[in-house]
């Protein structure tokens, strides 16, 4: 049983609001893979801002559970955004200092919780799977659950990096969410080992995911801007997308370092 959390209750049935308006249909495959009960992380693509609660919104109709995500500390910061995040118990990343986020992480994954975790570290423009940071596959390990890896694909052209959608390209959007298979990592190894290769196999059983529900979608996308460019579309290649990314994080630690 469940325990009660209003906030959350009333983040999801607001999430439900905004995807009933916007008639979102979703697909979704692989829900048994789900654990109804016991620890889990959920590893995430993230091409969209709205990957997050569309992920918590068809877990919580199948089964009813909360998903605890792991946030960047901005985002507790502020004043509004701030105290709904930390009544719904997710948790803060100090993406300078993350030993404390990730001890909280395994804590919460041994008190039998599911950790929504984004392994490629932030929205990718590319719209394929870039290489994944190993947080997922350490965190699993150190608390001897498993990752369940989850493809979101129609997300992105709700809300997404480097384009605003109008309201009426939002509206009708096809959804595609695939759940694989649990991926288990060896607990009695010893700490760390291992990370290299489980994150490898993460890596490719998202992009056999994405690849899967890419070609299962039901819009075609040649010469669309939310398409991989590898698929006919005109979003950048990942080389392209490093690029910039690359020359974003540039100027945010220069802005931050005129600042201090």
């Known amino acids: 049983m469940h325990k009660p959390e209003p906030i959350y209750s009333t983040a999801i049935g607001a999430g439900r609001a905004l995807f009933g308006l916007l008639r979102v249909r979703p697909t979704v495959t692989g829900l048994e893979h789900l654990p109804a009960t016991g620890g889990a992380v959920l ?11 569309l992920v918590e ?22 004043p509004l955004v701030g105290p709904l995040l930390r009544g719904m118990k997710h948790i803060s990343v100090d993406m300078e200092s993350g030993g404390e986020a990730y001890a909280q992480a395994v804590g919460a994954l041994r008190d039998g919780e599911l950790l929504g ?37 129609g997300g992105h052209r709700l809300m997404t990096k480097n384009h605003r959608s109008t309201l009426r390209e939002r509206v009708g959007v096809p959804v595609s969410i695939r759940f694989g298979q649990p991926i288990a990592t060896d607990a009695a190894a010893p700490a760390g080992s291992n990370v290299a290769v489980h994150t490898a196999e993460l890596h490719n059983t998202l992009q056999s995911l994405v690849d899967a529900v890419q070609t299962e979608y039901p819009v075609p996308g040649a010469g669309a801007w939310w ?19 690359a020359e974003r994080r540039r100027r945010k630690a220069a802005s931050k370092k005129q600042r201090a």
């Open 57 to 78: 919104w068809i877990t919580w109709r199948h089964n009813h559970r909360h998903i605890r995500f792991m946030v960047k500390k901005g985002a507790f910061d502020q």
């Open 117 to 153: 975790v984004f392994p490629e570290g932030g929205v990718n423009a590319s719209f394929t799977v870039r290489e994944l940071k190993t947080g997922a596959v350490r965190m699993a390990q150190a608390a001897n659950v498993p990752i369940i890896p989850v493809a979101v694909w």
């Open 227 to 245: 398409q991989p460019a590898h698929l006919g579309g005109t979003a950048p290649t990942p080389a392209e997308a490093a690029v910039v990314e």
């Open 43 to 53: 590893a995430i693509t993230h091409f969209g801002y709205l990957d997050f609660a």
